[in-house]
T-cell receptor, first 119, second 116 residues
Framework: DTGVSQDPRHKITKRGQNVTFRCDPI?????LYWYRQTLGQGPEFLTY????????KSRLLSDRFSAERPKGSFSTLEIQRTEQGDSAMYLC?????????????????FGEGSWLTVV | KQEVTQIPAALSVPEGENLVLNCSFT??????LQWFRQDPGKGLTSLLL?????REQTSGRLNASLDKSSGRSTLYIAASQPGDSATYLC???????????????FGQGTELSVKP
């Protein structure tokens, strides 16, 4: 168990460019989450997957944002036509949800985050 | 709409002091409440998870309580140490969605500094 890993850890990009972040969850975890955090604030929920199905998306996730988890393992978060307001840390997390209990008692494990700076 | 508030935003204490961090939430319809620790520039580490049916959880020097009806939780840290310096975040899992606890709503955090 190597924990949740995210790549890249830091990304500086010019406004208007596309960026993609990758998340590898803990191997047996079937739920995967993306959050965004800006300085001095708590993380904000963006979206989450159960296996390969994207079950919920926040209104924060504009049309420029897309997330995938094609085989129910790793996930990617792509931001198209980046804007300076997209500068933040993007956090991935995973958990194990048992079929008859949802996620009621299961701890969510976070990765170290991917820092995005749009200049 | 569920909102989570943490008070104070920052706290500085001398080493050895016992301290309490506060968290309040506006909607009592939650599956659970979790406390996390975040070191500067790092991800979050889960400290304690309290189910909605529970009143408290303990782990080492940490004790978290939950009063769902009043929308409050506290994190008690006993005999604080400089290594406890970090930002502490509380988060609730709301029941209004169908995802059975898949989403967390966070407070802004309390930045704790423990001075040697």
């Amino acid at each position: 168990d190597t924990g949740v890993s995210q790549d890249p850890r830091h990304k500086i990009t010019k406004r208007g460019q596309n960026v993609t972040f990758r998340c590898d969850p803990i191997s047996e975890h079937n739920r995967l989450y993306w959050y965004r955090q800006t300085l001095g604030q708590g993380p904000e929920f963006l979206t989450y997957f159960q296996n390969e199905a994207q079950l919920e998306k926040s209104r924060l996730l504009s049309d420029r944002f897309s997330a995938e988890r094609p085989k129910g393992s790793f996930s990617t978060l792509e931001i198209q036509r980046t804007e300076q307001g997209d500068s933040a840390m993007y956090l991935c997390a995973s958990s194990l949800s048992r079929a008859n209990r949802g996620n009621l008692g299961n701890t969510i494990y976070f990765g170290e985050g991917s820092w995005l700076t749009v200049v | 709409k569920q909102e989570v508030t943490q008070i104070p935003a920052a706290l500085s204490v001398p080493e050895g002091e016992n301290l309490v961090l506060n968290c309040s939430f506006t909607d009592s319809a939650i599956y659970n409440l979790q406390w996390f620790r975040q070191d500067p520039g790092k991800g979050l580490t889960s400290l304690l998870l309290i189910q909605s049916s529970q009143r408290e959880q303990t782990s080492g020097r940490l004790n978290a309580s939950l009063d769902k009806s009043s929308g409050r939780s506290t994190l008690y840290i006993a005999a604080s140490q400089p290594g406890d310096s970090a930002t502490y975040l509380c988060a609730v899992s709301p029941t209004e969605t169908l995802n059975q606890g898949g989403k967390l709503i966070f407070g802004q955090g309390t930045e704790l500094s423990v001075k040697p």
